[in-house]
Nanobody
Framework: VQLVESGGGLVQAGGSLRLSCAASGSLPSDYVMGWFRQGPGKQRELVAG???????TYADSVKDRATISRDNSKNTVTLQMRSLKPEDTAVYYC???????????????????WGQGTQVTVSS
């Protein structure tokens, strides 16, 4: 299974972006999908996660500014963020978790597959 992110780049504060993740290989549609990020000198944190039936959870820092969605037929997951802040600057990673009972874990250690990451830089 390979996860490939796209859509990162340089964005001005207050702007928006759309990150996409495409899964290739035999990734079961019942995997929980998540977007993590890791800023300079910071730990990797869950930004948003979504179950196979579309139930989503968000970090408090992005709640009301982010929307995660997935298309199981295309094996894609998308993260849209708006009202971006400089503190959103990080490498963003797509991840997949064979989670029991569709539990969306915030711990990156539980995720089984990872993308290579895409840099998002928000300028002030």
């Amino acid at each position: 299974v390979q996860l490939v992110e796209s859509g990162g780049g340089l964005v001005q504060a207050g702007g928006s972006l759309r990150l996409s993740c495409a899964a290739s290989g035999s990734l079961p549609s019942d995997y929980v999908m998540g977007w993590f990020r890791q800023g300079p000198g910071k730990q990797r944190e869950l930004v948003a996660g979504v179950t196979s039936d579309g139930r989503a959870t968000y970090a408090d820092s992005v709640k009301d500014r982010a929307t995660i969605s997935r298309d199981n037929s295309k094996n894609t997951v998308t993260l849209q963020m708006r009202s971006l802040k400089p503190e959103d600057t990080a490498v963003y990673y797509c991840a997949a978790d064979n989670a029991p009972f569709d539990f969306i874990s915030t711990m990156h250690e539980t995720y089984d597959f990872w993308g290579q990451g895409t840099q998002v830089t928000v300028s002030s």
